[in-house]
């Protein structure tokens, strides 16, 4: 199977073109005319030494490409089985498979490479001898945070773009560590948010045209897929700002057949595509734990594992165990739910001090579908605390306390795109709300949080082209809230959906995504990756730590559970709409009787409406105490935390009077498991999922199986380097 491919800006050459513009006169007549100069000369003499000027450049290339690809199709007689080019080169290869006729590539290259050449202020650098990973590893730890890898020509070169102060700096950086590198002679820095001006015009030149799906498949810089039918403008806007994957598309070409590449319009491609087929014919490495998953999700947080450990409810997910994670290069999220401010604050303050101000950590943010305000009070520690990264929890829409906070994070980069500076991390159980993530803000609620004052007038237009989260973790069958997804269904469900709402916002920034739910071996986490995921996250086997702020009767009670010791139970939290926990069963009544509790609420409209043999046992074995003396003890704390309106409601509504009480049971049971008290060990809530049982099975008879000897961070490794065992021993032959 044959590819054709055309090289982008570096391949022009004084003398280049003359056969073609002698076969071709009446095409290279007609593109002189639209252009206003001479082709032939431009190409052959370039009298005023222009060819190596970005405007110039572009359309001498698209023109010598489009008529060596003329020439190339009568000789052969017929076409590729694929098409792809570099950067420019693309146009020739969508030209090429008929997305567009010769005179419109010509008016779309022209004025491609004059707003590139007008847009300067940036420079570039080729890197020889290493891998796209490994600059980007380079980059990171010299601080280079201008500066993205542009082009990955093949695994041996690679191409950063960026400010040009910092691509002078990283010359230096680099010639200090002995490395192969050479400046580039270009206009700017392409391929890189410093283009986004030159983007949003061209952007506007493209409306203009009616362009076609490519009839042969065209293999896109900034995907290495084929273009999609519809996308062709949209891909190309993008491509302006986006690096080029050319070592991605080699690959994907090899991989569907392609034995034979023909390169129309130059030669450097050549060389590239030789250097990417000789790394696919040797051995692949083993892989390893710090490899595995997405390097965009682990440079986004500073991490050296794409592992992340879920904020556990009521601080479970403790100080101790957040900064251990960290220390590690791992990401974990500090618990808080039905925590009050204070106590964030508390926690916050803690994490921070341990891991100092650019440590890797999150914060959880947990709805509170009663009361806004308390979602406003938590944001305000979070502001107030500098906190750049919360898990969003139990979230079925766009609060605008959620989105206070990521908009007022944003502000304009130097090429004008938006820079988060607050990310949310989205855990999600349905496709309807991972799509409101992977969207904007709501427009309604930055209209209200900019009419009153809350947002700045830049702050909300730049929400309007982010998506809400650009971190999305898919959470299947799990300890704690749960919908009982099967992680084989939901994650590549997820998937498709991300594909979908990336083509149709064109985001700068990759979405990545996430699987938790299940994860307690090796085997769980390898298989994640391979399903797609981006990175893991886990949460049952973290709370059998010794960083674990639960009580050691907890902790020796999950030690010894295997996988059909946990049951589901109505969510506290959300009793109301039916939402539903995953929790210990083994040992403990609370499984039976919250469910219990749900169905006499559902089944009768008040207390007093309940049997008298019925009242008097939930008195007896759930409460201890006479339901009248537990709703006293709710009114109470609801004036005591501001919520008289809610109370008030309450008196009339002996509906909502019932829930507000039978809620009080659930609290109590998760009070009672974390403080391990004796007396009532069997009304204990502990929120668990099967993945820690498969966990205990895994370390039996190793000295991980007390969880005395469990560390959060070394359970981390023992789960990635498993994984990575685990994948490289079903790739060996």
């Avoid at 595995?292 to 601080?315: D, I, K, N, Q």
């Avoid at 791992?330 to 303050?349: A, N, Q, S």
């Avoid at 982010?466 to 749960?482: L, W």
């Avoid at 809620?663 to 668990?688: C, M, W």
Wanted: charged residues 25%; aromatic residues 8%; proline residues 5%.
């Amino acid at each position: 199977m044959k590819a054709v491919i055309f090289p982008g800006q570096g391949a022009q050459v004084k003398g280049m073109g003359r056969e073609l513009f002698d076969a071709y006169p009446e095409q290279t007549e007609r593109a002189s005319d639209l252009l206003g100069y001479s082709i032939r000369e431009l190409c052959l003499e370039d009298p005023r030494r222009e060819l190596n000027r970005t405007e110039f450049t572009q359309p001498a290339l698209f023109v010598v490409g489009a008529l060596a690809h003329r020439r190339w199709r009568e000789e052969n007689g017929g076409e590729a089985a694929f098409y792809a080019g570099h950067s420019l080169g693309e146009y020739c290869a969508l030209h090429a498979a008929g997305a567009f006729g010769f005179e419109t590539g010509l008016r779309l290259v022209r004025r491609r490479g004059e707003l590139m050449a007008r847009a300067g202020g940036g420079g570039m650098i080729a890197v020889t001898g290493l891998g796209r990973d490994q600059v980007t590893q380079l980059l990171r730890e010299g601080g280079f945070t201008t500066l993205a890898v542009a082009n990955d020509n093949s695994p041996e070169q690679c191409v950063v773009s960026g400010d040009a102060e910092a691509i002078d700096e990283l010359g230096r950086y680099l010639q200090a560590r002995g490395l192969r590198w050479v400046r580039l002679r270009v206009s700017g820095g392409f391929h890189s948010a410093l283009m986004r001006p030159a983007q949003q015009e061209f952007r506007r030149c493209l409306d203009s045209f009616d362009l076609g799906t490519p009839r042969v498949p065209v293999i896109a810089n900034s995907t290495a897929r084929p273009y999609a039918a519809g996308a062709t403008a949209g891909m190309l806007a993008d491509q302006i700002v986006q690096s080029v994957r050319w070592t991605e598309t080699v690959r994907y070409l090899l991989d569907v057949g392609v034995t034979e590449f023909v390169e129309l319009g130059g030669t450097v491609l050549t060389k590239l595509v030789e250097q990417t087929r000789a790394a696919s014919r040797a051995p692949s490495p083993a892989p390893r734990a710090q490899h595995l998953g997405s390097a965009v999700f682990r440079e986004r947080h500073g991490l050296r594992y794409a592992y992340v450990a879920g904020g556990m409810y009521r601080g479970i997910a403790s100080p101790e165990l957040v900064a251990r994670l960290g220390r590690a290069g791992m990401l974990g999220f500090l618990g808080t739910g039905g925590l009050d401010p204070v106590e964030i604050e508390r926690g916050i303050k803690e994490v921070q001090a341990a891991l100092g101000p650019d440590g890797p950590y999150g914060v959880n943010f947990i709805a509170d579908h009663d009361d806004p305000a308390a979602e406003e009070a938590v944001v305000d520690v979070l502001l107030r605390h500098g906190v750049r990264l919360v898990e969003a929890s139990a979230f079925i829409r766009m609060t605008p306390a959620l989105v206070r906070y990521r908009a007022t994070g944003l502000r304009r980069g130097p090429g004008g795109e938006p820079v988060c500076g607050h990310r949310i991390m989205a855990k999600v159980s349905r496709p309807e709300v991972a799509a409101a993530f992977m969207a904007p803000p709501p427009d309604a609620v930055l209209d209200r949080l900019r009419a009153d004052g809350t947002l700045t007038a830049e702050q909300a237009e730049l929400a309007r082209r982010v998506p809400m989260s650009h971190d999305i973790t898919v959470e299947a069958d799990s300890g704690g809230h749960t919908d009982g997804g099967i992680p084989t269904v939901l994650l590549p469900a997820m998937l498709e959906l991300r594909r979908r709402v990336t083509a149709e916002h064109r985001y700068a920034e990759p979405i990545c995504m996430g699987l938790a739910g299940g994860i307690g071996t090796p085997a769980a986490v390898a298989a994640a990756f391979v399903l797609g995921a981006d990175y893991v996250l886990t949460g049952s086997v973290n709370q059998c730590t010794v960083e674990a702020a639960t009580s050691d009767t907890v902790k020796d009670m999950l030690a010894g559970i295997d996988v059909q010791d946990t049951d589901y139970a109505p969510a506290g939290d959300m009793f109301e709409l039916g939402s539903k926990v995953q929790v210990l069963r083994k040992g403990v009544f609370f499984p039976s009787r919250g469910n219990k509790l749900h169905a006499l609420y559902t089944h009768y409209d008040s207390l007093d409406d309940l049997p008298a043999k019925t009242r008097a046992q939930l008195e007896r074995t759930y409460f201890r105490k006479p339901l009248d003396e537990v709703w006293a003890e709710v009114a109470r704390h609801l004036r005591a935390t501001g919520r008289a309106e809610l109370l008030a409601q309450a008196e009339r509504q002996p509906k909502q009077k019932m829930a507000l009480v039978f809620r009080r049971y659930f609290g109590y049971s998760a009070r009672i498991a974390l403080e391990g008290s004796p007396g009532d060990k069997v009304n204990y809530q502990v929120h668990t999922g099967p993945a820690l049982g498969s966990f205990n099975q895994w370390v039996r008879g190793t000295p991980h199986e007390p969880w005395r000897r469990r560390h959060v961070d070394e359970i981390g490794l023992l789960l990635l380097d498993g994984a990575a065992e685990h994948l490289a021993a079903f790739s060996r032959p």
